[in-house]
């Protein structure tokens, strides 16, 4: 089992920035990590994800050039920069795990119970 545990989420104005964090358990440091999203009435969506050593990254397209998906195995984190974030970036944040990077982003095996980011105009 994987254990992920969110923090950092917030309100924070249009513009403004955020860094969530994921906390994991120690087995997470060999598997793809990535985040995904639910706005209020919408379904979940892919955000970014990671390969197990940090040197595969993906984005959606939403969110490419503002957001940065990182980890430190040693710590046994992963870390999401948010930029000139946007009142469509409002949602719950969901750290995601899976042995597969190819997995990652479409049908990650383990889930955190997410952290609320709500953006302000």
């Known amino acids: 089992q994987v254990q992920l545990v969110e923090s950092g989420g917030g309100l924070v104005q249009a513009g403004g920035s955020l860094r969530l964090s994921c906390a994991a358990s120690?087995?997470?440091?060999?598997?793809?990590m990535g985040w995904f999203r639910q706005a209020p009435g919408k379904e979940r969506q892919f955000v970014a994800a990671i390969s197990w050593n940090g040197d595969m990254t993906d984005y959606a397209d939403s969110v490419k050039g503002r957001f940065t998906i990182s980890r430190d195995n040693v710590k046994n984190t992963k870390y999401l920069q948010m930029n000139s974030l946007k009142p469509e970036d409002t949602a719950v944040y969901y750290c995601v795990a899976s042995s597969r990077f190819t997995t990652v982003s479409r049908m990650p095996s383990y889930w955190g119970k997410g952290t609320l980011v709500t953006v302000s105009s």
């Open positions: 120690e087995r997470a440091s060999a598997y793809a």
